[in-house]
């Protein structure tokens, strides 16, 4: 593999707590083993690992992308009356292309524990307005708005929210997230992203969502 052949931009570490097993100093040897010229940490809701990580990737000569996968109200993050954690959020990737990014990454996720907590660390879209300056934003895993969506059929539904995506970060700061881990929903996700792409001027990523350093 060179080393222009793929870059993780969704990656769990330690700090994705009771969720991701993959220790930020494994994790940096193991990419300069594959000789990745650069690695995002994307844990759930929270930077508790930004500098660790930052600090040894800069060390081992990989170019570090500090994100965070966040989770997203469904409504405001002030309204707690979800039926349980699967309908208190859905999932976002966020990515910081630049400082102030990185600071926004910060603010949202102070807000997200300080103001929006329900089961988890949630943010909404009239916050992530706020502070989407110097963020790209990737869809997200099944757990993703848009592919929650589409993988239940519900593409006026999915339309909606990705206009409300594309609103905020703009066609040249959001992508489309695929992934396959062999799953059924992931094919029929893919299938559908090729013409909304089309429609609405969005590219794709791939990503592995990746919570462990080896398979085994």
Do not use: W
């Amino acid at each position: 593999m060179s080393r222009a052949d793929f870059v993780h931009l969704h990656c769990h570490t330690q700090f994705s707590l009771l969720d991701a097993a993959s220790k930020i100093s494994q994790l940096i040897h193991r990419a300069v083993e594959l000789r990745f010229p650069a690695l995002a940490m994307t844990d759930h809701g929270n930077l508790f690992g930004a500098i660790e990580f930052y600090s040894q990737a800069m060390k081992q000569g990989i170019k570090p992308i500090l994100g965070m996968e966040a989770y997203i109200a469904p409504g405001s993050r002030f309204e707690k009356q979800a039926h349980g954690i699967k309908e208190a959020s859905f999932h976002v990737t966020l990515l910081a292309r630049n400082e102030k990014g990185y600071k926004n990454l910060m603010k949202l996720t102070s807000i997200g524990y300080l103001e929006g907590f329900y089961y988890r660390p949630r943010i909404d879209k009239e916050v992530l307005a706020e502070h989407s300056e110097g963020l790209i934003a990737l869809s997200g895993c099944l757990k993703g708005e848009v592919p929650y969506y589409v993988r239940n059929g519900q593409m006026e539904e999915a339309r909606r929210a990705l206009k409300e995506y594309l609103d905020i970060f703009g066609t040249e700061n959001f992508y489309f997230e695929i992934m396959d881990q062999g799953l059924e929903p992931q094919r029929r996700i893919m299938a559908e992203y090729q013409p909304l792409g089309k429609e609405y001027g969005v590219k794709l990523v791939a990503t592995n969502d990746a919570h462990y350093i080896h398979r085994h």
